[in-house]
């Protein structure tokens, strides 16, 4: 009689208003890679090809939320995630983008498309394939309900492996120690 192979958990990752270090800080797992895709299979990621995000076991956000395709992505993955965890500062608190959150949003566009020097007859951009900017930048619990927080800028590669590991294997993670920052 054959043993039946478990099944692969699903995993899907995006990159909101982040800048993608937190991505990076998860492929220094290094050869830690090589056991993950043993456990799991990646669906929309981009580390994938994958358009749109499938039914899924866990997803992984990174970065707040800055304009209206992040809050469709956002919504699109809080649908199919069994498991919803923000990555990192600017998923947790919306990070060091939400520092324009006390300017308005018309004067930073005015400043960078129209003002700023070597500009000349400016315009701001209003192709109606461009996704609207929100007035705020937010975290990402402020738009879906969120299982887990990961914080640090980015949370560090050992972190998210202990992070990954205990939840596939089904306890509830913990960050302890050096594990655990914000910065
Ligand atoms: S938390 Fe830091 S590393 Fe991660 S997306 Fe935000 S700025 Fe980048």
Request: proline letters at 9%; one cysteine or more.
């Amino acid at each position: 009689m054959t043993t039946p192979v478990p099944r692969k958990l699903r995993v899907a990752t995006t990159s909101l208003a982040g800048c993608f270090g937190c991505h990076m800080s998860f492929l220094d797992i290094d050869e830690h890679l090589f056991e993950l895709v043993e456990l799991i299979e990646f669906d929309r990621s981009p580390l994938t090809d994958i358009k749109d995000v499938g039914p899924c076991d866990i997803g992984l956000i990174e970065g707040g939320v800055c304009n209206s395709e992040n809050v469709h992505v956002l919504r699109e993955f809080r649908r199919n995630c069994k498991t919803l965890i923000a990555l990192g500062a600017c998923a947790v608190t919306g990070g060091l983008p939400a520092q324009r959150n006390h300017l308005s949003l018309s004067e930073c566009l005015r400043e960078v498309y129209q003002f700023r020097p070597g500009v000349e007859n400016g315009q701001i951009p209003n192709d109606p394939e461009l996704p609207l900017p929100l007035d705020k930048v937010r975290p990402i619990h402020e738009v879906v309900r969120v299982d887990y927080f990961i914080p640090g800028c980015p949370p560090s590669g050992p972190a998210i492996w202990k992070f990954l590991t205990d939840l596939i294997a089904g306890r509830t993670p913990r960050l302890t120690g050096g594990l655990l920052h914000y910065d």
